[in-house]
């Protein structure tokens, strides 16, 4: 029977991983004919945008395939859909953008890189296992040196890859080292069985080791997600690079990181509850780390004048912004309604955040000076919306996106992201939660000071040196989506808020194992399915 059920639940995760295997299968495809076959650019970048709708169809195919979780290393609940899913549309939207950035004869390599790189992103969303879930994020890291490498080679883009390559080295580490205390607390890498044993077995170790592994998590994946302590390489990473991958380093990173805390972290020790003095510590470093990031991120933000280096540090905030939805997830609780709230507004946030983030990239890429030199500064905006009226109004959306003004999909993502952290506890134990939501309001405030400046430089100031808008069609058509959805989900937020509120329940949810009758072995231990309701 035991028997039966590994290799049903193997042919199972197999299915469910077809997409990402399908991506790794074209990506190693066009590295291994590369050398062999005369391809243009454009070839390999039609054949990238091939393979991403191929993986889209095979995951719509394969939706149904339910292996039992406290077997199967891969999940196939509705965040591992819905976040796979956005990951496809919006690896489509960079596929546009990126159409012309690598040379000729290193297109293959890169769109081959890319792909991997998608296929980790969706792998880190399907992740049941901390093995498989480390695995992904190495998925795209590795492919990230590449790509930096392998645009053109200009001696700050090498500088940039540098840099990131060895930071990411040392962050894998110590989230590697969190992961094996996390191991060490019961006995098996499985995440749905780890959250049952951490939060109904009566040997749990003591909260040190515990607390341990929750340090070295979270500031491993503060480098994924450019948030404070780990946040410094971004502004100088971003410069050095190409736009493209600056603006494939502020959206992949970001959601594999942020996917990658809820599955490790807070799906699992938020059951034990605020009560639970692991859970408290823990919501303490988060509330640190949210506070200091929001702030550090808009206050130097203000000073900037290099676009790149103005959109990293934004990063850095909108980062600040996630870790409120991270912090308010912990403190409310799997029963409490505010956990739910709090992963629902992460991940709607994640998803207002690709739209308003990659459209202002998108325009930041098709500008061109009249000598073909690319824009770099605020300043070389100016005057935009009287040359590009059209350009100059996608952008300022974004912007606004940003901002969150009222009637734009950055709006409902921060509303979210407060909104849980002021329900997310009762009596004392809400106040810190609650000064950490005003915490963000007012860098919110602060940060609508750097947008609006750039506006006004492009609608109120003459243009010092015409620019043009020269990306192409795919640039144009991947910009455009940016911009419209950032606008229709400012006005009709429901769809995608009702996928988020369904990933963020079923991300938590526990299901009786397939084989009722036996208990399920995992790691060290034997975990019987009566400890493991049913939470909604």
């Not at 850095?316 to 709090?342: D, Q, R």
């Not at 000598?371 to 605020?378: A, C, E, K, N, Y």
């Not at 144009?476 to 369904?502: D, M």
Request: proline letters at 5%.
């Amino acid at each position: 029977m035991t028997l039966q059920l590994a290799y049903h639940t193997v042919q199972q995760t197999l299915l469910v991983l077809s997409p990402e295997i399908l991506l790794l299968a074209v990506a190693v495809a066009m590295m291994t004919a590369a050398p062999f076959l005369r391809v243009s650019r454009r070839g390999w970048c039609g054949l990238a945008a091939v393979g991403l709708v191929a993986s889209l169809l095979a995951l719509i195919a394969t939706r149904d395939v339910q292996p039992d979780v406290y077997v199967g290393s891969a999940v196939n609940d509705a965040m591992a859909f819905y976040v796979r899913l956005f990951v496809i549309l919006t690896g489509l939207v960079l596929i546009g953008l990126a159409h012309r950035e690598p040379p000729e004869d290193r297109s293959a390599e890169f769109f081959g890189s890319f792909l991997m790189i998608q296929a980790g992103a969706m792998l880190v969303a399907a992740s049941n296992d901390l093995i498989l879930l480390f695995i992904g994020l190495e998925l795209v890291s590795i492919p990230t040196y590449l790509l930096l490498y392998l645009s053109r080679r200009t001696a700050s883009t090498q500088e940039a890859a540098t840099k990131y390559f060895f930071l990411s080295i040392f962050a894998s580490a110590l989230l590697l080292y969190g992961m094996a205390f996390l191991y060490g607390i019961a006995g098996t890498t499985n995440l749905k069985a780890l959250s049952v044993l951490t939060t109904s077995l009566p040997y749990v170790p003591h909260l040190w080791l515990g607390l341990l592994a929750v340090v070295f998590i979270i500031a491993g994946l503060c480098f994924r997600v450019a948030a404070v302590p780990l946040h410094f390489y971004a502004p100088d990473v971003y410069q050095g690079s190409p736009v493209v991958i600056a603006a494939l380093l502020s959206w992949i990173p970001k959601v594999v990181g942020f996917v990658a805390m809820i599955r490790a972290l807070t799906s699992v020790l938020a059951f034990k509850g605020l009560d639970d003095e692991l859970v408290h510590k823990t919501v303490l470093l988060c509330w640190i780390i949210a506070a200091a990031t929001m702030t550090l991120g808009n206050a130097v933000a203000l000073l900037q004048t290099d676009l790149k280096r103005l959109l990293a540090y934004s990063s850095i905030a909108h980062a600040g912004y996630l870790m409120v939805g991270i912090t308010a997830a912990f403190a409310g609780g799997a029963e409490g309604s505010a956990f739910y709230y709090g992963v629902e507004g992460v991940l709607f946030y994640l998803a207002a955040y690709a739209f308003m983030t990659l459209g202002a990239f998108g325009v930041v890429l098709a500008l061109r000076k009249r000598d073909g030199r690319p824009v770099t500064t605020i300043d070389d905006l100016s005057g935009l919306g009287l040359t590009q009226p059209v350009v100059a109004v996608g952008l300022t959306l974004c912007l606004l996106s940003l901002t969150g003004i009222p009637g734009l999909a950055g709006f409902w993502g921060k509303l979210q992201i407060f909104a849980s952290a002021l329900s997310a506890a009762s009596g004392d134990e809400a106040r810190p939660l609650q000064v950490l939501a005003v915490v963000g309001m007012l860098n919110a405030a602060v940060g609508a000071f750097y947008y609006l400046r750039i506006i006004v430089l492009m609608f109120l100031k003459p243009a010092e040196e015409p620019v043009d808008a020269v990306g192409g069609w795919p640039v144009a058509l991947a910009t455009g989506a940016c911009v419209s959805l950032s606008l229709l989900v400012g006005l009709y937020p429901a769809p995608i808020s009702r996928a988020c509120r369904e990933a963020a329940v079923a991300a938590n949810v526990h299901p009786a194992p397939v084989a009722e009758s036996a208990p399920v072995v995992v790691g060290a231990r034997d975990v019987a399915p009566s400890p493991a309701p049913v939470r909604n």
